[in-house]
């Protein structure tokens, strides 16, 4: 989408309905704009003076733009032509930030979710459907040639319609788009009547009850409140702040995420592909699953061990969810299960993945927003956001203090 396409916006015309949360860069409000058509959206606002004097930032010798996070975002944003990943909607600027529109999800997001189920945990059959959404997201995704580097319930949320939405790119690198091995090609032979067309944009029809066979969902969720959540209050995630960004190659040598998803070859500071995702896959399964992440310890430092050397415990018989998620948590990436072996593995069995975004009624679908409810706040949105970033910068001084003992030195 070219620039004379996009809509810019303009602060004065905006009305802020209220804060919504933060991302791994940008503080994000709940929004309309009078001057159009009135609709709400999601508007990510970054700081100018952050983005510019980040000492966190590294750019990757190989790229001589030099782009920003925020602006590799935005140019991520534009080509994204997929109902699982958000759509930019419009632009901001001033002289205190930068910022942009996407899509807003009422249905908050997948930890919020996890956290109203029975023991704050998901069936099996909820967790295989999210689970193909997800995989059919980072396929798209992979495709393009795009690592994303941040899943996590907290970027995945829940549509108007049900249907799954992964956001925040703010750590996502561009490489070269994975292409499957000679192994990989034969099987995606014998299946291909099973695979979605990569380079059309997947369907979203609005009403095919029937579909919902294909996971055996129950619509057994409770309806909440539509408004995305502020920060958790015991599961807050701070993204590991060393960034960069990459040329078309392969391997990036950057160190992002968030610590409890980090794959090992990331740490290890070897280079890492696309295969990071598969990891923070398999983290987010086994979160789904029981309710907590496989290695988090007591502070960073044990977390990154326990990442680096232990096996992952997963307490109960051998199911294949159980399997799925001991190929996605293996520590080398050569050997970890791959997009078309995820596709095809037992779990997914019988899952006709042409047809999962065409069901019109997901696990949890959110309840009609209220509008006429909804109070505009007269919130200054460009001091808020630099209140926010400035304690951001005591807090990453602390962090830097805290870790100056050198145990990322591999």
């Known amino acids: 989408m070219g620039d004379d396409q996009l809509a810019v916006l303009d602060i004065h015309q905006l009305e802020i309905i209220s804060y919504l949360g933060r991302g791994a860069r940008g503080v994000v409000f709940l929004a309309r704009d009078k001057s159009s058509n009135g609709e709400l959206f999601a508007l990510k606002t970054i700081l100018k003076v952050a983005t510019s004097t980040n000492k966190h930032k590294k750019i990757d010798h190989n790229d001589s733009s030099e782009l920003s996070e925020i602006h590799f975002e935005q140019k991520v944003l534009r080509v994204l032509q997929h109902p699982l990943l958000p759509k930019l909607r419009g632009i901001l600027a001033t002289k205190i930030i930068t910022g942009y529109a996407i899509d807003y999800c009422p249905g908050r997001d997948l930890n919020y979710l996890r956290k109203k189920q029975t023991e704050r945990m998901f069936s099996v059959d909820i967790i295989r459907f999210y689970a193909a959404e997800l995989v059919l997201a980072l396929e798209y995704l992979h495709n393009m040639g795009i690592a994303y580097r941040d899943l996590k319930p907290e970027n995945i949320m829940i549509q108007e319609n049900g249907h799954l939405m992964l956001v925040d790119f703010d750590l996502s690198t561009k490489l070269s788009p994975k292409l499957p091995s000679s192994e990989e090609r034969s099987i995606i032979l014998e299946k291909s009547p099973l695979l979605p067309k990569s380079n059309s944009k997947p369907p979203m029809k609005k ?16 309806i909440q409140d539509s408004v995305h959540p502020a920060e958790s209050e015991d599961h807050i995630s701070e993204p590991i702040s060393t960034y960069t960004i990459t040329s078309s190659f392969s391997k990036t040598n950057s160190f992002v995420g968030t610590e409890e ?29 029981y309710g907590t992440t496989p290695f988090k310890g007591i502070n960073r430092k044990v ?26 948590l293996v520590k080398d990436p050569k050997e970890r299960i791959s997009m078309v072996q995820i596709k095809g593995h037992e779990f997914f069995l019988g899952v006709d993945w042409e047809k999962i975004l065409d069901i019109a009624r997901p696990p949890f679908v959110p309840g009609p927003l ?6 505009v706040n007269n ?3 460009e001091g808020f ?14 962090k830097e203090k805290e870790e100056s003992d050198g145990f990322l030195i591999f």
């Open 207 to 222: 009403r095919n009850n029937n579909r919902l066979s294909l996971f055996c969902c129950r619509h057994d969720f409770p």
């Open 261 to 289: 998803y980090i794959a090992p070859e990331m740490l290890q500071g070897n280079g890492h592909d696309h295969m990071v995702d598969f990891w923070c896959l398999g983290i987010v399964l086994y979160e789904m699953l």
């Open 370 to 375: 209220d509008e006429n409810g909804m109070d």
């Open 379 to 381: 919130i200054d949105i």
């Open 385 to 398: 956001v630099k209140n926010v970033f400035e304690a951001n910068v005591d807090c990453d001084v602390d």
């Open 303 to 328: 977390t990154f061990y326990n990442i680096l050397s232990k096996t992952p415990e997963l307490v109960g018989e051998t199911t294949p969810l159980r399997d799925l998620i001991r190929k996605l």
